[in-house]
């Protein structure tokens, strides 16, 4: 059996080591310069040097939000928290464990960094087709496979939520996935609309340069203590009229820049329709367990749940 492993972040190395440990053989497609995925930063944001979408959202000084003892591969020997690591962990230091992993297995080799992959479709007696593009030489290469392994992660397409009247806004407008450090928002009154994991967490780097910051959210809880007075809580936006952003609540604030922490949407662009998946609002069908392509058993897809711990997750999903 020969697998295809799309994508070289955690979710692809798990995949890779899992796949040598049973002896079957692998070929990972990278299409940037290293493993790492989402921890590789760069400070390139919207595309690449090669017109391609940037799927790194990380940003400088930016920490997990799991304790390093949740972030550790159960078969690696060096576990993390025997590593010189406070307890959440620095972009860096993620980076450094996943590089750690893959030089302890030798797993790199198997991987072809510059590779995009453009196509994925199915054909006879279970197998697959796919087409890669080395990103270098410009050369397409047609492979086939017995098996698929999705492990591009599945958010990194940002999501927009449409705001009436945002045409009439000129001030400066940001996903949280371009997001790479606060400092050219000093001395702003920004709007950041979202409250998940980066919506909170951007807050609070925001608010130690902003003149002002105004977190939408539909929070149950009161979070107004965890952040400096410069932090101010508003609800759902209900209409932008050029500067002026007006909130549900009939409130009306004057910003200079509105950032976006609205999650991203499902997509795998090099699906071809007779995959069988269909995706919308956050989900892809029909899976079983949220793994197997039901259509096709040949393929899967690694990382799809959210909240979770997610190297864990991933270990057991293989």
């Not at 340069?209 to 007075?229: C, E, G, M, R, T």
Request: with cysteine.
């Amino acid at each position: 059996m020969h697998i295809a492993i799309i994508g070289a972040g955690i979710a692809g190395l798990l995949s890779l080591h899992h796949a040598i440990k049973n002896n079957i053989q692998c070929t990972v497609f990278e299409q940037s310069k290293d493993v790492g995925g989402v921890w590789l930063y760069t400070d390139k944001v919207g595309t690449d040097e090669f017109g391609l979408p940037v799927h790194t959202s990380l940003y400088e000084g930016l920490r997990s939000n799991l304790p390093s003892q949740l972030m550790s591969i159960p078969d690696y020997p060096n576990n993390i928290t025997s590593y010189n690591f406070t307890s959440y962990l620095k972009h860096e230091d993620v980076l450094k464990y996943i590089h750690d992993f893959a030089d302890h297995f030798d797993l790199r080799k198997h991987v072809k960094f510059y590779n995009h992959v453009k196509k994925v479709k199915p054909i006879g007696n279970n197998r697959w087709e796919l087409t890669s593009l080395n990103l270098l030489s410009k050369e397409e290469t047609l492979y086939q496979f017995d098996a698929v392994i999705i492990a591009t992660g599945p958010r990194h397409a940002p999501n927009y939520p449409h705001l009436k009247g945002i045409e009439t806004f000129n001030g400066k407008k940001l996903h949280s996935h371009d997001f790479r450090n606060p400092r050219p928002f000093k001395n702003q009154r920004v709007l950041l609309i979202g409250a998940g994991f980066s919506g909170l967490d951007l807050t609070y780097h925001l608010s130690k340069v902003a003149q002002k910051v105004f977190l939408s959210n539909h929070l149950a809880d009161d979070i107004s203590k965890f952040y400096p007075i410069n932090v101010i809580l508003k609800p759902d936006v209900d209409h932008v009229d050029k500067s002026n952003i007006h909130f549900k609540d009939g409130t009306t604030e004057e910003v200079d820049s509105i950032l976006y922490c609205t999650g991203y949407k499902l997509t795998f662009p090099f699906l071809t329709p007779e995959a069988g998946l269909t995706y919308e609002n956050e989900y892809v069908k029909p899976l079983y367990k949220q793994i197997i392509n039901i259509e096709h058993p040949t393929m899967a897809i690694i990382g799809l749940p959210f909240h979770t711990v997610i190297f864990n997750l991933l270990d057991l999903q293989l």
